[in-house]
């Protein structure tokens, strides 16, 4: 049990040298004050809130860099029980609007953080339902899922990514909502030799045929609306598939 309080009781100050009232001075004004700065209660608490959150960035930090890596996301991903391959890390990446894979800098941390209302490990843990929540709006989704394509481009011009990636990406952010089809994707991704890798258009041109194609009939499959090619040929590898 804690201990109780002191129950001692406050006496005021009669000391002359006190802060002269308005009403005691002639001129209607608190003097003594000259050289006190007075700070907002607001503007306190949004500096105690950065501190924490700079406090919590720099538990995670490289001395060397200043910023979260890969060790740092992967520790705290244990601290929050979450696997580091979990989507969500993913979705919280896209909150912070993280530009690297894998690193995260202050100035996102801090961002990203207070866009999520959360400024300890608990209140994150708490908050990853909402964000799953909010990921999934159709106003959002579309944009996150850009945003993983592009979390994928590691190097400077890079435009595409390679196949065995873009399976396990599909798998990570399109598995849950479409599994038959991306599973049937996914295994004609593995096997066809056409395409090394995937650009951007062809990525997004999974999620629309994912949304608005029939399956498995793809009776409203239309290859004259302009669809990427290799959706043409998986078209045709899936008919050839039910011969």
Same mark, same amino acid.
């Given at each position: 049990m804690p201990p109780r309080a002191s129950k001692r009781k &406050?006496? &005021? %100050?009669h000391n002359s040298s006190s802060v002269t009232s308005a009403d005691d001075s002639p001129t209607g004004t608190i003097t003594g004050l000259d050289n006190v700065i007075l700070i907002a209660p607001s503007d *306190?608490? =949004?500096? *105690? *809130?950065? @501190?924490? #959150? @700079?406090? #919590?960035f720099d538990?995670? &930090?490289n001395? %060397? %860099?200043?910023i979260i890596d890969p060790e740092g996301i992967e520790a705290l991903c244990s601290d929050i029980n979450v696997e580091h391959t979990d989507v969500r890390? #993913?979705?919280?990446? +896209? =909150? #912070? *609007?993280a530009q690297r894979q894998g690193y995260f800098t202050r100035d996102e941390w801090r961002s990203g953080m207070k866009a999520l209302k959360v400024d300890s490990l608990s209140k994150l843990k708490k908050g990853l339902p909402e964000l799953e929540k909010e990921v999934n709006t159709p106003g959002n989704f579309q944009d996150f899922y850009s945003y993983a394509f592009r979390y994928c481009l590691t190097e400077e011009k890079q435009k595409t990514v390679d196949i065995e990636s873009v399976c396990e990406l599909l798998n990570l952010v399109l598995g849950s909502q479409f599994q038959s089809k991306i599973d049937l994707l996914i295994e004609y991704l593995k096997i066809q030799s056409d395409y090394k890798a995937i650009n951007l @258009?062809? +990525?997004m041109g999974f999620l629309r045929f994912c949304k608005e194609i029939s399956f498995p009939d793809l009776e409203n499959y239309d290859a004259d609306l302009a669809w990427p090619l290799i959706l043409d040929n998986f078209v045709d590898w899936m008919k050839e598939k039910r011969c």
């Open positions: &406050a006496t &005021a %100050s *306190k608490t =949004k500096t *105690k *809130k950065t @501190d924490r #959150l @700079d406090t #919590l538990s995670y &930090a001395c %060397s %860099s200043g890390i #993913l979705m919280f990446a +896209w =909150k #912070l *609007k @258009d062809q +990525w």
